[in-house]
Structures are given as structure tokens and as C-alpha cells.
């Protein structure tokens, strides 16, 4: 297995067809402003729901509607990989995301708006599981560390300055200029990705099982579609929807996992999974995602609520800690192929912990200095954790395992932030409503900001019990080094 991957590392280096920078460019500009959209709306759920008039668990399908797209189209990237070329999978997911935020920038009604949005997501899905096998393919373990460090611009820092860009756009521009400005980024990628992106991997377009598909679109559709549903009633996870879906959505998914690990030529093989730091990588990847959308949903709902700050000035206040995030990808990328994921994710699963636990204090009269510095701790924290252990589980994988370990790490990632907003927003709204039971004046201002606060307070308390399991995590967690791949006993 090691002279396969040395022998595609030498032919990648060799070819005077293939070069790296232009394939590297190519799909960092185009995957940045296609993942961008993941966080651009959050702010602007406020301003959307005043401009159509609906309720914060409808307008929420801007965001976990996405999610659930993204959780159907990625279970099959590994799949599609092998049956298309680098080029025509990156000019096609472009064209459908441009197309999704046209139609997305002239919505007149909400449901269009939203199935721009949700059109949107079918390019963005195929996206990080391109983006990662190619650069498996083309860069040796010793070097991804560096090279996912530069990719964690795109997949951390992107939609970290999500709310920043958005709350300034929508508060200077209006809401249509947060599609309308991302439109001539995806038409420059698409021509520049038309001219200088070539094929990397290779066509060996295995047997595409129709069953298989079926099992995964129920499975994760409805598993993500569940618990998108919880906000939408009073009873919560008890909704016969919520019960319905997620059983139905769990049954899938076992389906699917039991199908593939009985075919020969899987479409997404769960073998990854006997191998230890690649399920670790998994762990923490969700745990982190899940923080990470507790904070990029819930802060700007604080922020304009009992804060009573603007969009753009919440956005502003976020500022910081997505720079932060962005300017250290890279290092920690460098710094995890000089010393490894241990003594980077140690102390920075403790910083986690911490920053969880106190933005669980936060109230009606917190400074907003206490949101800046815990936003930036957080963004500190999730760049020294998630690309090391993403890497480093990654790098443990065989070479004809890339396509399969990348996309379930991609399916994941939707289903984990669809988990994460619709845990939080419903602790959120129980917790509300719970304290507006209980109070004499329910319909006074200051007691609606107070019921809100002790939904924040919850919150955080949660996502704080969460960080406690990454850092039991991280005290287990060792370097998968390139000789693992064929001497690490798999488990």
C-alpha cells in the first residue's frame, strides 16, 4: 500500500501536466465562497424573519435545510469521485451553487429563497470531499499537516467570518447582497478552475448499487430532517414527526452501513472505522462542529436580543476571533507535522472546556469584551483541534480509503450541525418558554431578555458538558504516522 501512494505521490510529481498550485487555488477559491455560505445567513435569520414574516423555526430551514442536502448529496461524493473526472465534479458543483445563489438573490417569496438555498447546498456538498481527496492524492502524510492547515482557511475560517461579512452586508446593503455579492467569486472560480484545473485521480467508475443510494438518502435525509423538526412544536423530541423521522432516519442509515460493508465495491466504506485515530478524528470532529454552531447561531440571537446591538455591530464583534482563526490555520497545520496532535489538542480541549463554561455566565449586563475574548478563545481552540485530529485520522487511512474517509467525514459535518442547532435552539426555546411560565409579567421586555439569557446560560452549559468528553478524548490520542497505514494492527 505505501509503494501505491509513493508511486501516485511520484507520478503526481513527475507529470509536467500536473501542477499543484493551480489545482490547490482552483479549489480553495472556489470551495471558500461556496462554504461561506453555510454561517453568511445566521446573522440575517433576524432580518429575514421580519421581511416574510415568519417564525424563528421556519426561517432556522436557511440553515439546517442546507444541512440536510448536504447530508443526502455527500454519502455518494466517494462514489462520484470514481466516476468523473477532478474537472467536470469541480465545474459542475460550481455551476449548480451559482445557479442556487442566483435564484437565491431574486427570490420575491421565502420558499424560493429557500430553494435557492437548498440548491445551493447540492454544489457546496460535493465540495470538501473533492477537495479533500485530491489533496490526499497529491501531497504525502509528512506534508498534509502544512497543506490542511492552508485548507483550513477555507473550512473553518470561511464560515467563521460568516456572521461578520453578513451583519455588515444586511446592515449597510440589505439581505439580497449576501447572494448577490458571492456571484461574480463563483463565475471567476469557475473560469479559472476551466483553464488551469486538471484530473488528478482515477475514473474507475465501480457499480453504482441503487439500493444503497435509497438507504442513504432516507437514512441521513430523515435523520437530519428529524431533528431540524424539533423547534417546530411544543413537544419537542416527543413530536410524532420528530419520533417518526428519526427512527425512520436511524433504520436507514443501519440499512446503509450493513449493505456496505456486504458489497465489494461499497459506496461508502465504513471499513475506515477500524482504524482508531480515524474514529477519534470522527469524535472529536463532531463534538467541535457542534460548539462551533452553538456559538455561530446563538450569539448573534443573544447579540440583537437582550444586548440590543445591530447586526452589523454583532458581526463586528465576531471580527476578531474569525481572523484569529484564519491566520492560525496554517500554523497549526506546520506546527501538527513537527509535533504531532497530542501536545496541540491537550491544551486546547482544556481552552474549550473553559470558554464553554464561561459563556454559560453570560446575562443581560455581560460586556460585550467577555463575548470578543470567548469568541476568540473558541476559534483559538477549534484551529489547534479539529484540522490535527481531522489529519491525523486521515493520514492513518490506506490510499484506496480516501474517497470513503472524506466523505463520511463530510456527511458528518451537516449532520452534526444540523444536530448541534436544533439540540441548541430547542434547549434555547424550552428554556425560554420554561422561565416565561414561571414569571408574573411574561409580555415585559426586560423578562423576555431574561428568559432568552437563561436559554443562552443553558446553552453553553451543554456545549461545556460536550468539551468535558474532548478532552478525555484528546488524553488518548497519538500520531498516525505513515508507516501506521501498514504496520498499525487494525482494531
Known sequence: MEKDSARQYEYLSENPDIKTLPIMLSLIIGAFFAILNETLLNIALTTLMDQFDITLPTVQWMATGFMLVMGIVIPVSALLIQWFTTRQLFLGTMIIFTLGTAIAASAPTFGILLTGRLIQ?????????????????????HKRGRIMGIVGLVIMFAPAIGPTLSGIIVEYLGWRFLFITVIPFSLFSIVFAYFFLVNVSEVTRPKIDILSILFSTIGFGATIYGFSSVGESEAGFLSPVVLVSLLLGISGIFLFAYRQLHLDEPIMDFRVFKYPMYRHAVIMFVIIIMAMFASEIILPIYMQGPLALSAATAGILLLPGSLLNGALSPFMGQLFD???????????????????????????????????????????????????AQTNGLNQLPKRLYPHGTAVISTLQPMAGAIGVSVFISILNARQANYLSDAETPDDPATIDLAMVAGVELVYFTAFIFSIVAVVMALRVYRARPDDIADTKVE
Open 121 to 141: 447546498a447540492v454544489g457546496t456538498g460535493m465540495l470538501m470531499p473533492i477537495m479533500f481527496n485530491v489533496f490526499l492524492l497529491m501531497y504525502p502524510p
Open 338 to 388: 513537527k509535533v504531532g496532535p497530542r501536545p496541540m489538542m491537550i491544551p486546547a480541549t482544556l481552552v474549550l472546556s473553559g470558554t464553554m463554561f464561561m459563556m454559560s455566565r453570560l446575562d443581560t449586563g455581560s460586556s460585550v469584551w467577555m463575548i470578543v475574548i470567548g469568541f476568540l478563545l473558541l476559534m483559538i481552540s477549534v484551529s489547534a483541534i479539529m484540522m490535527p
